[in-house]
């Protein structure tokens, strides 16, 4: 019995240290995208006060 208990313990184990490389790397991702839709927020104020610049020539 002794025997299976390591052996469950030992498959179980690897398992829970894969989880948290993914959670970090799904907080990686979710941050990029944030910060693109940041960034393309930001960029369409310029693009809008630009065109306005180009209407008055």
Same mark, same amino acid.
């Given at each position: 019995? +002794?025997?299976?208990? =390591? @052996?469950? $313990?030992?498959? !179980? =184990?690897?398992?829970?240290?894969? !989880?948290?490389? !993914?959670?970090?790397?799904?907080?990686?991702? @979710? $941050?990029? /995208?944030? +910060?693109?839709? =940041? /960034?393309?927020? $930001? /960029?369409? @104020?310029?693009?809008?006060? /630009?065109?306005?610049?180009? +209407? $008055?020539?």
């Amino acid at each position: 019995m +002794d025997n299976s208990n =390591q @052996i469950l $313990e030992s498959v !179980t =184990q690897p398992v829970n240290n894969r !989880t948290a490389p !993914t959670k970090k790397r799904k907080w990686r991702e @979710i $941050e990029s /995208l944030r +910060d693109k839709f =940041q /960034l393309e927020k $930001e /960029l369409r @104020i310029y693009d809008d006060s /630009l065109e306005y610049m180009l +209407d $008055e020539f």
